[in-house]
């Protein structure tokens, strides 16, 4: 089994699809909604965990382009300025994944695990520098 994190655009004409539906039930993929921001005829966009084996996830993924949905990987769209970043640890406080760590308490340096990052933003605010940005 294979797991992966991506960004689902939806154009307005697709909000009222049975896009994850299908996902499921034609490729076999469990999908877990991170975050989803989708209103009636504006466009939406929601960050997904997908689970599934490589190969059907691939497929689900071509699909989901071929239907109009731009998809992207989500550690593209949450970034660090590692020159900005001072390590104060502001970040870490806020962190509900532990994206962001102190993993060696003698160095005091926050680690930023993409892997974990479920773009949930409040890393963005709860930084003094602006070391931290989202983009979708």
Known sequence: MTERRVVLHYPRTLIDEPIISRLVRDFDITVNILRASITPDQEGLM???LEGTEENIESGLVWVEEHGV???PLEHDVVR???RCT????CVVVCPTKAL?????Q???????TDRCVA???????????AMRVRF
Do not use: M, W
């Open 70 to 72: 731009r998809t992207q």
């Open 120 to 130: 949930c933003e409040l890393c963005v605010p709860a930084c003094p520098p602006r």
């Open 47 to 49: 960050v997904v965990g």
């Open 101 to 105: 760590r102190i993993e060696d308490y």
């Open 81 to 83: 300025n590692e020159e």
């Open 107 to 113: 160095s005091q340096k926050v680690v930023f695990d």
């Open 87 to 90: 390590h104060c640890g502001h």
